[in-house]
Every structure is written in structure tokens, then in C-alpha cells.
């Protein structure tokens, strides 16, 4: 008996939980051991306790739900985690509550060069667009740049564009616009990166963003202390994670130089999420270039730090019509966006990308870009022959009858986001709905058409975007209303939910039998929620709140 109390003798066992493993063969346990960060025993109490031994730790969950540690399938940990330190507008709006808060913001920090606001909806004057003008005067003297949600348009003052040197416009790429007032000169709206980077980079925030809008290395390298400083923004991004009770994060932008901040973290002890970090693939590349995305997969291949992926865009977003219909836009009716890679570059991309063995991963918006995107992953099917490719679409704001099954038929993945849906829980209505147009709505966000589909459809917040928390968006995904009352239901389970955020994830990183079920042998990632989800009503679930995560086995982060 003493011989087995030793090898028993378990690093960490959770007791008195509502444990949903999501393991169909055992779908609910009282708790769970943990030993060499890997699931030792789930079951009753009596088989778990059995893992006592002198020197386990003891979680109680007071009757609070365990489940499998959070798997954040679409996110931006450097740029997220450098923006909580921005001015932060989600719920501002009106002129007066804009200027109050942004003049206080600006008096609480009288040193700094650029100050950044994020989160300001696209009608945060109602009806009015935003120009310079209107920043002018809530600050007329100091360089101030303002950030939609979706971080696809960004408003300048005349300060900021005069410092950046775009007041008089720029040439850009395709997709990208300084929008021109009457007087010539910028009216403040800037539409994508290659518009608002100039002036970003004065923000000193060039770094934390160059995986999204280049893909490229910082040029000069940083010093050794502002490397530090970067780990330090890394560090605060990922303990924000853990906080949220996320154990992996799939981020969606990336480089070397992310890569190698994190594995600094991790040799200072301190990885306390597994992340997989893409090659950032841009249309001004060319297929050589590849040759680092592969590189990148080769040496990052871990349990805590991998790559193997490219991530593309192939539109931008509804709201600043830069996201490519199949038929105009409801409210523009010449107009159905311009991709950033035409339908037969995005072929070539796919087919090299696929032959290399990578996941590929295209933020696709329209139903046009999601149609091209999944016709580029049957290109790469037919040239290299079937193989277990797992390539994703991201977001699928709109898409068509004849595509849903095409996700299904090529294997492909729908990364959905439970917080982005206009009218929910983070955008407003407007003016996404009426661009839309009511023809397209049955196939608007169509989260459960794909899950009945049989489509994997993993969940996302796409942080900063939307706030980070896995919680609100399940609640956001249940609670999910049709904009009109003859339009299908897209609302899902508490189970779908879960999945989303566990098992779905899992599987999107070749990962499904390692992680995103509380299962024996499994890695020991879990949270401990505040309550029994099962049993609190869908409109409080916002109020449970993760009360222990537990990454590989160590607890990444204690409530109180
Ligand atoms: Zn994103």
C-alpha cells in the first residue's frame, strides 16, 4: 500500500467540482488529479482521493464547475496586451462623453508623445462621421489617435497626421485608404495598416504590431532594455490570459521576434499559456518568402511554443467597406470591396503553403472572400492531393447556402467570434446591418448553421478586438438573437459553447489528444470556475468567474 501511496502521491488534485470533462466517454466527474502536468485520475471522489498523498495540494471548488483550461482559437497577445494600457472607449458615446474622456486621459498622462484611445465604435458621434475636426477640438494641441474596435479603421487629429507626415495623403497598397476631404487634405479616417501605421509608430507601439501589419522583424533591432520592456508587455498579456482562465492561445499575428520574446519568458520560468505564433503572410510577398514560415514551424515546435501556421487576410471588415461581397453592398450598390489578393494569387498562395505542410489560417469577412479563400483550399487539395490539413477560415461574417457544406466537404475550420455579431455583445447594430442588406442576413455570423452543418467551428474573442473573456463570449454565443424574427436562430448550447472554447480548439492545433478534455493522460489544464455553470441562468453567466487556472499542471492564476 505504501508503494502505491508513493507513486500516487499526486502534484494537485481539484475536489468537490462539477467537473464537465468534455470526454464523451465520461462527459461529468466530482474531480480531478494532476501529476507531471499531466491528468493522472478523473472520476468520484473516492477514485481521486485515492492521488492523495503527503504533498498534493488540495483545490476545493466549492461545488464550482471545472472544465477544461479555455483554448483561445483567434487572438493578438503583443498588440492586446500593449493596448491595456491605452485609453480605453468601449460604452463612450457622444461628443461630450468623447472629449471628458479623452482630455482626462491626456491630463493623467502630461508626458506622453502619442495617446492612443481603442475601442471607439464606428457611430460614437451617432450619426456623424468622425473626422479630424472633432478631435481638433477636444485636443487641439497634442497628437491623439482613436481606434475602431475591429482595428481596421483608426481616426487621427491634425497634430497626428502632421507628425506622421500624411496630412497632405500617401500613395498606398490596394485595400488601404487616407480618406481625402473636399480641402484636399486627410479628413482623419484612416482605413487599414498601410493608412494608419505612420502614425501609429509614433505611438512607439511599431514593435507590438509589426506581425499584423508587416510580418516583418523590428529594423533597428530593439535594445537590450526596450527588449525587456517588450517582455514585460508579453508577460502582463499573458497573465491576462491566465486570469480569463485561457491555457492556450492560437495568436493570429506573428514573427521571429515574438517568437523569441516568449521563449525568453519561457526561459525565465514565466509561459504560463502554450501559444502557437503564424507566419504573417502579405501581399506584397513573395512565395520565397515562405521559406521563413517554414523555418519558423521547425524550430518553435512544443507543447508551450509552436508556429506551423501562415496567416493571411484576404479582406477587411463590413463597417469601412473594405470586406469583398459576392453582390454589392446593400448600402453601396456600385461597390463590393476590393480583395488584397486576387481569387488566383490566393490560389498559388494556398496550393505552396499547403505543400509545405502548414495550417493556413485567412481572416475572410465577405461571402466573396470566404468563396475565394475556400476555393484557394480546394485548389491546394486537388494539387497536392487530400491530406488532414485542418486550413481555417476566419470570422465568416457572411458567406452562402452553397458554401456552408464546402467546409465540411474540404475539412475546413470555421473560426468564429461569440462577441462579434452587431447587436450582441460588443458591436452595435449599426451600420453593419443595413451594409448587409436583409438578403443576406440568413447566412450573416452563421454559427450554428455550421455546427449543424458538421463543420468544426472553433470560438474566438480576437483580443483586443473584443474583450478577451472566453465566459462572455459563450454567454454572448447562447444568448445570440435574430435580427428579425423570420431569420434562423444562429444561437448555440452551453455544450457547443464549451466545445468551442475547449475540444474545437484543441482539434484546430492537431492537439485533440493532448488537450481541451479533462481526460487521464491528458495535459493538466483546467480552470475552476466560480460557480456551476449548468445551473446558473444564461443572463448571469457573466457573473461566474474563473477562480483557479491550472496550466501544465501549476496554477497560473488564484482569484483573491
Ligand atoms: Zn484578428
Avoid at 102 to 125: E, F, N
Wanted: with cysteine; aromatic share 6%; proline share 6%.
Amino acid at each position: 500500500m505504501s508503494v502505491t501511496e508513493t507513486v500516487r502521491n499526486a502534484d494537485l488534485i481539484v475536489i468537490d467540482g462539477r467537473v464537465l470533462t468534455m470526454d464523451t466517454a465520461q462527459p461529468s466527474a466530482e474531480a480531478v488529479a494532476i501529476k507531471d502536468g499531466l491528468i493522472a485520475a478523473v472520476g468520484d471522489t473516492a477514485t481521486v482521493e485515492a492521488w492523495r498523498g503527503p504533498d498534493t495540494r488540495v483545490i476545493d471548488a466549492r461545488g464550482g464547475s471545472v472544465v477544461p483550461g479555455f483554448i483561445e482559437a483567434h487572438m493578438h497577445l503583443f498588440s492586446g496586451a500593449a493596448e491595456l494600457a491605452h485609453l480605453q472607449l468601449a460604452g463612450v458615446h457622444g461628443f461630450e462623453a468623447l472629449r471628458d474622456a479623452v482630455q482626462a486621459y491626456a491630463r493623467s498622462r502630461p508626458d506622453m508623445g502619442m495617446l492612443v484611445a481603442q475601442g471607439a465604435d464606428y457611430t460614437i458621434l451617432g450619426s456623424e462621421r468622425v473626422t479630424r475636426h472633432h478631435l481638433d477640438v477636444i485636443l487641439p494641441d497634442r497628437p491623439f489617435l482613436m481606434a475602431a474596435p475591429d482595428h481596421h479603421t483608426m481616426w487621427a487629429n491634425t497634430k497626428a497626421l502632421e507628425a506622421a507626415g500624411i496630412l497632405h495623403g500617401r500613395v498606398l497598397g490596394a485595400g488601404n485608404e487616407i480618406v481625402m476631404g473636399a480641402d484636399g487634405l486627410a479628413e482623419g479616417e484612416l482605413r487599414e495598416n498601410e493608412a494608419f501605421n505612420p502614425v501609429l509608430k509614433l505611438a512607439g507601439e511599431g514593435r507590438v504590431r509589426l506581425g499584423l501589419s508587416t510580418g516583418g522583424e523590428p529594423d533597428p533591432m530593439p535594445s537590450t532594455e526596450e527588449r525587456a520592456g517588450d517582455r514585460a508587455i508579453m508577460r502582463r498579456g499573458l497573465d491576462w490570459c491566465a486570469r480569463h482562465g485561457i491555457t492556450s492561445i492560437q495568436n493570429m499575428d506573428g514573427n521571429y521576434y515574438q517568437l523569441e520574446l516568449l521563449s525568453e519568458v519561457e526561459a525565465e520560468g514565466d509561459l504560463i499559456c502554450r501559444v502557437k505564433v503564424p507566419f504573417h503572410y502579405k501581399n506584397f510577398m513573395t512565395l520565397d518568402m515562405l521559406d521563413k514560415a517554414s523555418d519558423m514551424a521547425e524550430r518553435y515546435d512544443s507543447e508551450w511554443l509552436s508556429s506551423s501556421m501562415v496567416k493571411l487576410f484576404y479582406d477587411g471588415v463590413l463597417d469601412s467597406w473594405t470586406a469583398v461581397m459576392i453582390e454589392p453592398y446593400a448600402d453601396r450598390l456600385d461597390w463590393v470591396g476590393e480583395p488584397l489578393f486576387s481569387p488566383e494569387e490566393f490560389k498559388r498562395i494556398a496550393v505552396e503553403i499547403d505543400r509545405r505542410g502548414l495550417q493556413i489560417a485567412v481572416h475572410s469577412i465577405g461571402d466573396g472572400a470566404v468563396r475565394a479563400v475556400l476555393d484557394g483550399y480546394e485548389a491546394a487539395r486537388d494539387a497536392n492531393g487530400t491530406r488532414d490539413s485542418r486550413h481555417r477560415v476566419e470570422h465568416i461574417e457572411l458567406t452562402t447556402a452553397t458554401d456552408i457544406p464546402r467546409f465540411v466537404g474540404l475539412g475546413v475550420i470555421a473560426s468564429m467570434q461569440p462577441p462579434h455579431p452587431p447587436g450582441g455583445m460588443s458591436f452595435p447594430l449599426e451600420p453593419t446591418v443595413s451594409r448587409i442588406g436583409r438578403t443576406r442576413w440568413p447566412y450573416a455570423y452563421p454559427t450554428r448553421t455550421l455546427i449543424e452543418a458538421g463543420a468544426h467551428v472553433v470560438f474566438a474573442s480576437d483580443w483586443p478586438v473584443a474583450p478577451i473573456d472566453p465566459i462572455l463570449g459563450m454567454q454572448a454565443a447562447m444568448l445570440r438573437k435574430p435580427w428579425a424574427d423570420d431569420m434562423p436562430d444562429q444561437s448555440v448550447t452551453l455544450q457547443q459553447a464549451l466545445a468551442g472554447y475547449t475540444v474545437e480548439g484543441a482539434y484546430a492545433e492537431f492537439m485533440e489528444d493532448k488537450k481541451g478534455q479533462l481526460k487521464t493522460g491528458f495535459f493538466g489544464d483546467l480552470v475552476v470556475l466560480s460557480a456551476d455553470i449548468e445551473a446558473t441562468p444564461l443572463e448571469a453567466l457573466h457573473e461566474v468567474r474563473p477562480v483557479t487556472t491550472i496550466c501544465g499542471g501549476k496554477v497560473t492564476y488564484q482569484a483573491r
